[in-house]
């Protein structure tokens, strides 16, 4: 139980904050340049994507190994999270079938994040958006599956259901602007635009773990005694 605790609520926390440290690390060695303007001095929130910290060049090395590595942190604590949240499924019952399906979307969209941070786009650009793409529709389908199996098993407070599905909805929403959305290179605006969706996604993405952590927190206390 002590495990589970740790993998659901405190590993979350704390290397989300790992994630965070690791980001802002990565702008203060950032090359420089944008997609429309590879000039540029620094790191732009409003017209650099995340990835643009991970570009593989000699000016930008230490920015693509604090990236990748916090991607990697990123992505293993996702493994390791949707592995331990799948053994509160433990029954044959729909929810639980859900449940355990969900989390399987989860570690695979986790292992797509870690594909990221190693896929530099000014080398690989193909595999990594293919990477990027398929880590969000894994998270769209984990989020949905979840959603609907807490809403059946009355062990789970409503509330944190919503918080999945709220979730979902964010992520549809992104995906559409991946699929439909105005390409980068269009124009200054259409840069923005993207960037600033993706900004959002990562904040919204953040707010959910930790959102959710409060959840298997009040979970394992009242169920895993």
């Not at 499924?89 to 729909?94: A, L, P």
């Not at 773990?209 to 009242?222: D, K, P, R, T």
């Amino acid at each position: 139980m002590k495990f589970i605790k740790l993998a659901l609520v405190t590993i979350p926390r704390y290397n989300i904050g790992i994630f965070i440290l690791l980001f802002f690390s990565s702008i203060l060695f950032y090359g420089g340049g944008t997609l429309n303007d590879p000039s540029s001095k620094g790191y732009s929130f409003t017209r650099n994507f995340f990835s643009d910290l991970g570009i593989l060049s000699d000016q930008n090395l230490t920015s693509f190994i604090l990236f990748a590595f916090g991607l990697l942190v990123c992505g293993v604590t996702f493994v390791i999270y949707f592995y331990y949240f799948m053994k509160l499924f433990n029954k044959s019952m729909i929810s639980d079938k859900l449940g355990k399906t969900g989390s399987l979307f989860g570690i695979a969209g986790a292992i797509f994040f870690i594909v990221v941070g190693f896929t530099p786009h000014n080398y690989v650009l193909d595999s990594h958006v293919i990477a990027v793409k398929w880590a969000f529709r894994c998270f769209l389908a984990t989020s949905i599956l979840l959603s609907f199996a807490m809403f059946k098993d009355k062990r789970f407070e409503n509330k944190y259901a919503y918080g999945y599905l709220s979730f979902a909805v964010m992520i549809f929403f992104y995906i559409l602007i991946l699929e439909f959305g105005p390409p980068p290179k269009e124009s200054d605006f259409s840069l923005v635009f993207n960037v600033v969706s993706q900004k959002i996604i990562v904040l919204v993405f953040i707010l959910s773990v930790l959102y959710q952590s409060l959840g298997n927190a009040s979970f394992i206390s009242n169920h895993l005694k």
